[in-house]
């Protein structure tokens, strides 16, 4: 006797898988000076543990989109599951450094199946009319629990907690999205023909699913660029570094709540352009203000990005269907990959921007100042590349406003996107 899926069940596991995605961000950030101390590392050491996490979630993300269909998203949980468990216990008893960039990789392959699993099974779970609106509330537990986690980590260390502890808390969403997921029925694939991965290769062959792969790049680069540098920026701008990156998790937090209507007025594309404008003025305000407007800047940026990375793997369940898990799978990963690939450019522009303003004979805090925003300056491009590609893509495929799948008929045959 076939079990009854549970949508509201399978949806609450998987936004406390995402929020365990979140943690293992914020909480092992929080952790990374307690880590320096005990073990000795030099801040380049670090670096490298922190790029484990981008190294594993595009090879679970591809993987998990290879084998969706064939093994479904049950078995790929479970893997996520054993994945975070074993990077959690083997950073508590990593020991030194060999240690720490295995159990990160771990975490980070677990945090790739999430996204592998959740990202197809909410896209088969609900109505083309509901898609966004669920992805959007799905991706928003990423940067509420990065706020969440954030404060977690700094009232535990202010509290005079050890990192033990803190990676500890990890373990509390893990075991209860393994609870939730546990028994359940997952649902079957909506779109037919998308359990062939000929059929996703060729559905992501065409031109239209080419361009969109080619924008997650510059999405993802304009979302996590500017958040993982602008700290040392604004560290010596007379504002709050942390109240930035905060205030910019919170919009995103609140705002991926509205994606559904959001889309609903102004179409996907119509959002990814207007979103565009507003991480390019936010990115611009970041790289020229000081103090207090700083964190407008963060406000105008936050709702720039935030509704990024759930439409972009909507339009590809929506605008390519046949491209099935293996599709959103890989948008994902190059976005995590473009991230991980950008970040030394953008460490090369630092120092690049501050010899050159060390030369012009800055020093100190106004050095790492002026440095920092040349940088964020040199950033503005990625965010300008896409206003002119969505303009593009606006004048070749419309945008409309319904989002839905195209009909069965045209299902039979490989759509020519």
């Not at 078995?75 to 008893?93: D, P, R, W």
């Not at 942390?242 to 889309?263: D, I, K, N, S, Y």
Request: neutral net charge.
């Amino acid at each position: 006797m076939s079990q009854t899926v549970n949508p509201s069940r399978l949806f609450l596991a998987s936004c406390l898988a995402i929020i365990t995605t979140a943690f293992s961000f914020s909480i092992r950030a929080g952790i990374l000076p307690q880590l320096g101390t005990e073990f000795g590392l030099s801040a380049e050491q670090l670096g490298f543990i922190n790029s484990m996490f981008f190294f594993g979630f595009p090879i679970s993300m591809v993987i998990g989109g290879i084998v969706y269909h064939s093994v479904g998203p049950k078995i790929i949980m479970q893997v996520a599951v054993v994945a975070h468990t074993l990077g959690i216990l083997l950073t508590i008893y990593a020991g030194g450094y060999a240690g720490l960039l295995i159990s990160t990789f771990f975490i980070g392959f677990g945090n790739g199946c999430t996204e592998a699993a959740c990202n197809p099974m909410i896209a088969d779970m609900y109505t083309s009319n509901k898609l966004n609106k669920m992805l959007g509330r799905f991706h928003m537990w990423f940067p509420g629990g990065i706020v969440i986690g954030s404060l977690i980590s700094k009232f535990m260390t202010s509290a005079g907690f050890s990192w033990q502890t803190q990676i500890w808390v990890l373990m509390l969403p893990t075991v209860v999205y393994a609870f939730l997921f546990f028994g359940q029925a997952f649902p079957k694939p909506k779109v037919e023909g998308v359990t062939s991965i000929a059929k996703n290769f060729q559905a992501m062959l065409t031109p239209l699913y080419i361009f969109i792969f080619c924008c997650m790049a510059m999405t993802a680069i304009t979302e996590f660029g500017p958040n993982q540098w602008v700290t040392v920026v604004l560290s010596s701008s007379g504002a709050d570094a942390m109240l930035v990156l905060a205030l910019t998790f919170g919009v995103m937090t609140l705002g991926r709540l509205f994606t559904g209507p959001v889309v609903a007025q102004l179409g996907q594309t119509g959002v990814l352009f207007g979103g565009s404008i507003l991480a390019a003025i936010g990115i611009y305000m970041f790289s020229t203000v000081t103090g207090p407007i700083a964190y407008l800047a963060a406000v105008i940026f936050g709702l720039g990005v935030c509704f990024n990375w759930p439409i972009m793997i909507g339009f590809v369940a929506q605008r390519v269907p046949l491209s099935g898990a293996l599709g959103m799978s890989i948008i994902g990963g190059v976005g995590m990959l473009s991230t991980s690939i950008f970040q030394p450019f953008i460490g090369s522009w630092i120092d690049e921007a501050h010899a050159e303003n060390a030369a012009k004979g800055l020093t100190g805090s106004a050095l790492e100042l002026a440095a920092g925003q040349s940088t964020l300056s040199t950033m503005l491009t990625f965010p300008l590349i896409l206003i002119v590609a969505f303009i593009v893509l606006w004048a070749w495929k419309g945008n409309p406003k319904s989002g839905g799948h195209v009909d069965e008929a045209q299902l039979a045959q490989q759509p020519q996107l």
